[in-house]
């Protein structure tokens, strides 16, 4: 959105808008690298529509303004035990900054965006935060259904497969994230 200053916080006349659908599997970075490019073209639109006064600006509507506080590397600490659509929506909205996160064996472990398990693998259903590897895999539980991890990050190392990361640490049987 363009828009006149006024006093307020982002309050002031529009000249105009636009629109980007959020897909099913976008994280943050993904969104924002989309917006800035529709943004800048919004803008010269927005100069040039102001050059030939074809534009007038539109009063805000107050209906539906919420406050969008920065997101903090604390609000990106995963919360194992909410469902398996909440753990999804957190990592790819903290993605690629602040950076999600969680704790193993008392060490942060960043992760990338996750995928909800198309079947629940062999054994009894996973405990929020457990872990079960199996050979091309790292499911974790949640309040619902498990989630597939994607690629992790131990503090000080590159990013790897989840499933790499658990043949060096060897999770035994019932291990849980930490938290």
Excluded: N, Y
């Amino acid at each position: 959105m363009t828009f006149l200053l006024e006093e307020g916080l982002d309050t002031g006349p529009v000249l105009g808008r636009l629109t980007e659908r959020i897909r099913a599997r976008d994280t943050s970075g993904d969104l924002l690298a989309r917006l800035a490019g529709a943004g800048s073209h919004l803008v010269v639109a927005t100069l040039d529509g102001l050059e030939r006064g074809e534009l007038v600006p539109e009063p805000q509507v107050p209906d539906g303004v919420s406050l969008a506080p920065k997101l903090t590397p604390g609000d990106a600490r995963v919360d194992w035990t909410v469902p398996a659509f909440a753990v999804d929506r957190r990592i790819r909205a903290c993605t690629p900054a602040p950076g999600a996160w969680t704790t193993w064996r008392g060490e942060r472990l960043r992760l990338q965006p996750v995928e909800p398990a198309d079947a629940p693998g062999e054994g009894e259903p996973l405990g929020p935060g457990e872990l079960r590897v199996e050979r091309h895999q790292v499911l974790v539980g949640t309040a619902t259904v498990a989630v597939r991890l994607g690629d992790v990050q131990p503090q000080g190392r590159r990013a790897m497969p989840a499933a790499d990361w658990a043949r060096g640490v060897r999770p035994q049987p019932g291990e849980r994230f930490d938290g």
